[in-house]
C-alpha cells in the first residue's frame, strides 16, 4: 500500500513524512526544499496492523497544473502511479490558497484525506477551524496535525489505513480548459468555491491584513538599505563562530589557566597517527608512510577539519529553520534581478555553501529554464564545505590565520556570480526586462536546536564518509604514485615519481597563475576534482619536507611555521592567494558536474557552464597574480609565464565577446525575419 | 611479521573504501555520503521516470 503525502510547498510534508517513517529527511523553513519523490515504509507503531505501507513525500505544489520540474514531479505521480491513499497536508495558517489544490487533488478519485497541519500555530493565533464542518463541505475525513510536534499523527496514519480502497467523490469539478482565457475562469471559480468553504469553516481572530511583530522585523531584515548589510553580519558571524571561535576550540582542543588541557579532535587524531607509527616501528618505511600519512593523515586531513564544517552547518541550520534564510532571497532579488537571475537563485547559492551538489539540485524550483541553468551553472562559484580546509591552509600558512580571507572568498564567490551571470546573459543574448519576484515568506519561529543538531549530524557523518572512502583512496593513489617510478620501484627523489611526471605538462599550465612551475600545484589541482579537500592532501604529501611543516591531520600549519611553508611552496603570498582563487572557482568536483547535467539538461550549456567555470577560475586566479605581482613590485618569473596567462584571459574573453555577437546576430535577424512576417 | 600485518590492514582499509564507492554508485548516489544525494540518485529509473517530464 502507498500513501503519498501532498501539499503547497512548506506545508510541512517533509515533516509529517519524517515523524511517520522515523527518517531525518532534510527539512526547512522555506518553500522548495524537497525537489525530488522520497519514500519510506511506515513506522510500524503507526501501522496498526497492516504490513507493506509505503509513505511516499513528493515536492511541495500548487496547483495540478505544474509550472516547475519538481511540481511535475508530483501532478505525474498522483496521475500516474495511483497511490491508494493521499494524504494532503493542509497549511491551516494560509487555508485559502491550500484548498485550491484540494480540491484538485479530489478530482482525481483516489481516497484523499486532509491533515490539518501546523495547528500549534492556529491555535497561537486564536484563529478557530471547524475540521468537522470542513470534511462535510470537501466530502473526505480532516484531522488536525501538528507536525512539529507528532500530535495528532497516529489519528492521521490510522484514518488514512481505514481510507484505502475506497473511493472519492469531488465536491467540485473545475471545467475542462481549452485556453488560457478558460484556464484563468476556471481557476477563478476554484477559488471562489474554496474562498465559500474558508469564510464557513474558519474564525480568524487576527486578520491577514493586520500588521503583526513579524512584519515589523520583515520590515527591518528585508530593508533596501539594511538588508544587505545586516546579511554581511550575520554571514560573518556565523564564519567567525564557526572558524575561529566554537569550532575551532573543539578543533584544537583548550587549554585552561590551571594547565589541565582538554584535548581537541586534531590532537586526538595526531595521537592515533603517533601510536600507530609506534606500533610500525620496525615494518617496511613505505608501509609505514602508506599507513600513518596516506591512510590515517588522509582520513584525518578532513576529519581535522569536521569541528568548524559542523559548527557552520549547525549555525545555517538555525538561521533556516528560523526563517531568515527565506528573507535573504528577498533581500538579494534586486541585485540578482539586474544580471537576469531572481531571489529564487538565491536559496541554491545557500544550499551551495554546503555542498555544490544539493545547491545545484535545488536549482529546479525555477520556472524560468535560462535562469534555472545559469543558476546551476553559477552556483557551485559558492565556496562550499570541501573548499574550506584549502581556504583555511592558504589563510593560515600565508596571510597569519586573518579571517578576512575566508569570510572575503563567500563575498568574492558572489561577485564571481554576478559577473557570471552577465556572461551568461551576453552569450545568450537575454535581454533584462520587468519581472516580479514572488515568494512565500515563512513565519518566523523558534529554531529548533534538535533539528539543526540532526542536520549538523547528517551532514558531518557525510563528511566522514567521504573522508573515508574518496579522501582515503585518493590520498592513498597520491601517496603511491608519489612514491613509485614508472618502472614500479620507489623513487628516492619525489620529482622522479609517476605523479611528477604524469602532472609535469599540467605544471606549465599554472605556472602563470603561480609563478613557478611546480608539479606539486599540478598535482594537486588536478585532484581537487575529484574532491576539493584533496588539494590540501597533496600538496602535504607532494612537496617535500611540507610533511613536518603541515599537520596532515588537520591539514594546517604547525604554529609558527607559516613561512617555513611558503619557503617550502616557494611561492609568494599574492601566489598563494591567485592559487586559492583558482580552486575555488574552477569547478569543485566531478559529482557538481554531474548534478549540473541533471539539471541543465542541455549539453550546450553543461559544456558551456564548465568552460566557464575553468576559464572564470583561470582568468580571475591568473589576474590576483598578476596585478598582485605588479602592485607588490615583485618578479613575474619567466616572461612566458604572462604571456601564457594573458594569452589563456584574451582566448577565453574574445571567446565570450564572439559568442554574444553571434547571439545578438541571431536575435537581430529573427526580429527581421518577425518584422518581414508582420508586414 | 609487521609487514604482512600492515599490507593485510593497507587492503583491508581501501578494499573497503573502495568496496563501498562502487556499491554506493551502483544503488545510484551521486556524490558518495552527501545526505542530500539519496533524495534523488540522479538516474532517471529512481525517479520512475518523472525526472525527465518538463
Known sequence: ?679 | MTDIIAIAVILLVVGAALGYIIWAKKKGRRCIGCPDSKGCSGNCSSCQGNCKTK
Open chain 1, 1 to 679: 500500500m502507498r500513501i503519498a503525502l501532498a501539499g503547497n510547498p512548506n506545508s510541512g510534508k517533509t515533516t509529517m513524512y519524517n515523524v511517520l517513517t522515523g527518517r531525518n529527511e532534510k527539512v526547512g523553513n522555506w518553500a522548495g526544499v524537497t525537489v525530488d519523490k522520497i519514500e519510506s515504509p511506515l513506522r510500524k507503531k503507526y501501522s496498526v496492523g497492516s504490513e507493506g505501507v509505503i509513505i511516499v513525500d513528493l515536492p511541495g505544489a500548487y496547483s495540478m497544473s505544474p509550472f516547475t520540474s519538481e511540481e511535475s514531479i508530483t501532478s505525474d505521480y498522483v496521475r500516474n502511479a495511483r497511490p491508494d491513499v493521499i494524504v494532503n497536508i493542509v497549511d491551516s495558517t494560509n487555508l485559502s490558497r491550500s484548498l485550491f489544490f484540494t480540491t484538485q487533488l479530489l478530482e482525481i478519485g483516489i481516497p484523499v484525506v486532509v491533515a490539518l497541519n501546523k495547528t500549534d500555530i492556529t491555535d497561537k493565533r486564536h484563529n478557530k477551524i471547524n475540521t468537522k464542518l470542513l470534511s462535510e463541505r470537501l466530502g473526505c475525513p480532516v484531522v488536525s496535525t501538528s507536525a512539529d510536534d507528532g500530535k495528532g499523527v497516529d489519528k492521521l496514519a490510522r484514518v488514512a489505513l481505514n481510507s484505502a480502497g475506497g473511493t472519492q467523490a469531488a465536491p467540485f469539478v473545475g471545467k475542462k480548459a481549452t485556453d488560457r482565457a478558460s484556464a484563468e475562469k476556471a481557476d477563478r471559480e476554484r477559488f471562489a468555491f474554496v474562498n465559500k468553504i474558508v469564510s464557513a469553516v474558519e474564525t480568524r481572530e487576527t486578520k491577514a491584513s493586520d500588521l503583526g511583530i513579524q512584519d515589523k522585523i520583515d520590515d527591518i531584515l528585508t530593508n533596501k538599505w539594511l538588508g544587505i548589510p545586516i546579511f554581511a553580519v550575520v554571514m560573518f558571524l556565523v564564519f567567525q563562530i564557526s572558524q575561529s571561535w566554537l569550532g575551532a576550540w573543539i578543533a584544537e582542543g583548550i587549554v585552561f589557566e590551571n594547565g589541565f588541557e582538554l584535548y581537541g579532535l586534531v590532537t586526538l587524531i595526531d595521537m592515533l597517527g603517533a601510536w600507530v607509527a609506534g606500533l610500525m616501528e620496525g615494518a617496511n618505511p613505505l608501509l609505514t608512510s602508506l599507513i600513518v600519512d596516506g591512510i590515517i593523515g588522509g582520513v584525518g586531513a578532513v576529519v581535522g577539519f569536521l569541528p568548524l564544517v559542523m559548527v557552520m552547518y549547525f549555525l545555517i541550520a538555525l538561521l533556516e529553520d528560523l526563517g531568515y534564510m527565506a528573507r535573504v532571497a528577498v533581500v538579494l532579488d534586486p541585485v540578482f534581478k539586474r544580471v537576469g537571475l531572481s531571489g529564487r537563485s538565491v536559496i541554491p547559492f545557500v544550499i551551495g555553501t554546503g555542498c555544490a551538489v544539493p545547491g545545484v539540485m535545488a536549482c529546479r524550483t525555477i520556472r524560468d529554464e535560462r535562469e534555472r541553468r545559469a543558476t546551476a551553472m553559477l552556483a557551485p562559484f559558492m565556496p562550499c564545505g570541501a573548499k574550506l580546509p584549502v581556504i583555511s591552509l592558504f589563510a593560515g600558512a600565508f596571510f597569519g590565520e586573518s579571517r578576512w580571507v575566508g569570510v572575503s572568498m563567500y563575498f568574492v564567490g558572489i561577485l564571481v556570480i554576478l559577473l557570471g551571470a552577465f556572461v551568461v546573459n551576453s552569450v545568450t543574448g537575454y535581454k533584462a526586462r520587468k519581472s516580479y519576484f514572488i515568494m512565500e515568506l515563512p513565519e518566523y519561529k523558534a529554531p529548533s536546536v534538535s533539528k539543526a543538531l540532526i542536520s549538523m549530524c547528517q551532514r558531518g557523518w557525510s563528511y566522514i564518509v567521504k573522508a573515508g572512502t574518496v579522501i582515503l583512496v585518493c590520498n592513498f593513489a597520491v601517496h603511491l604514485m608519489q612514491s613509485y617510478g614508472w618502472n614500479l620501484r620507489p623513487v628516492e627523489n619525489a620529482g622522479d615519481s609517476i605523479l611528477a611526471t604524469a602532472a609535469f605538462p599540467f605544471a606549465y599550465l599554472f605556472a602563470p597563475v603561480v609563478g613557478v612551475v611546480a608539479w606539486q600545484f599540478a598535482a594537486a589541482t588536478i585532484t581537487g576534482f575529484i574532491a576539493k579537500e584533496n588539494v590540501v592532501g597533496t600538496l602535504a604529501v607532494c612537496f617535500v619536507g611540507l610533511e613536518n611543516l603541515i599537520n596532515l591531520d588537520e591539514l594546517a600549519m604547525l604554529e609558527g611555521t607559516g613561512a617555513e611553508i611558503a619557503g617550502v611552496m616557494a611561492i609568494s603570498r599574492v601566489a598563494a592567494l591567485a592559487f586559492l582563487v583558482l580552486n575555488l572557482f574552477t569547478p569543485p568536483c566531478f559529482a557538481a558536474i554531474g548534478a549540473m547535467n541533471a539539471e541543465i539538461k542541455s549539453k550546450k550549456w553543461l559544456f558551456g557552464g564548465i568552460a566557464l567555470q575553468l576559464g572564470m577560475g583561470y582568468s580571475l586566479g591568473f589576474m590576483v597574480y598578476f596585478f598582485g605581482t605588479l602592485f607588490t613590485g615583485a618578479g613575474f618569473g619567466a616572461a612566458w609565464m604572462p604571456i601564457l596567462g594573458w594569452t589563456v584571459v584574451l582566448v577565453f574573453t574574445l571567446t565570450i565577446l564572439l559568442l554574444s555577437l553571434k547571439s545578438k546576430r541571431q536575435a537581430a535577424e529573427k526580429a527581421d525575419a518577425k518584422a518581414t512576417a508582420t508586414v
